[in-house]
């Protein structure tokens, strides 16, 4: 484990210590010497990456090197810092100074296209010094024209416009119209069935002897006869689908029986005393 970070440490050095790079002897704590070049401290200056006489690298770690040796460690991390900030310095330098002649080049530019431009607004401006007559002779022509199609246009909208009320008007009238004939036709329909059963009761309510109207009054009902007999009828069946919709029927005869019913009834008139009967019949 201790040996994949120190792995890790060394590869993400910061310093590389390349150039000036000399093959010296190192003497660790413990008393040990060992020859080879110096190529890398990591950025907290804790591994360092030797390289020896045959070619291969290592990490070691620097405090188990040498008092000297630690202090000549700091010194080349040091020169290395110092290095890579003039570097850095240079580079920065060199970027003010590239932006620098950038916006030189930029401020160039737009003094060109300044000036190009005021060159063709003068050349525009005269331009239109020797076409401003027939410029605004046109322009005149069109408003006038724009004015004519704008005119003509309000005048077609409002016609349209009175169209369209005259034809609401109209469909609003027969709508009326409508639903008058059928308020009509309802009420003297009702009225028509009213008068019929008032006739009917009328009729039915005349004495036979002095003709007098609402007259009858049945005095008592006695039950005469009850039979049966069988009525012929049909009976309609209606087929449906899984959705619920009819999808056609069928008519089948059929046969019931039902109880016939004759009854008496027993009239006197309020109006004259006189009495009589009749029969009718019930079926249920």
Known sequence: MKKTVCLAAIFSLSLALVTNAEIRTWTATDGRTIKAELVGVSEDGEIVTFQRTDGKQGPFSVEKLSKADQEYIKQKKREEEERLAQ???????????????????????????????QEQKEEDRQRVERLAPAFAQRIKEQLKEQQEREQQAKVEQEQERARQEQEQKQRQW????????????????????????????RQSSKCPLCKKAWGKQIINTLLIDSRL?????????YHYNSKGEVTGSTTIPTTKIVTVKTYENECRCKHCGYEWSYTHTTET
């Open 174 to 201: 027969e709508e009326d119209s409508q639903k008058a004939l059928i308020v009509g036709a309802v009420v003297g329909g009702v009225a028509l069935i009213i008068l019929l059963v008032w006739a009917v009761s």
């Open 87 to 117: 570097e850095q310095k240079k580079r920065e330098e060199a970027a003010k100074q590239s932006e620098a002649n950038r916006f030189a080049q930029e401020q160039k530019k737009r003094e060109e296209a300044a000036r190009i431009a």
């Open 229 to 237: 007999e069988t009525r012929g009828s049909f009976d309609t069946v």
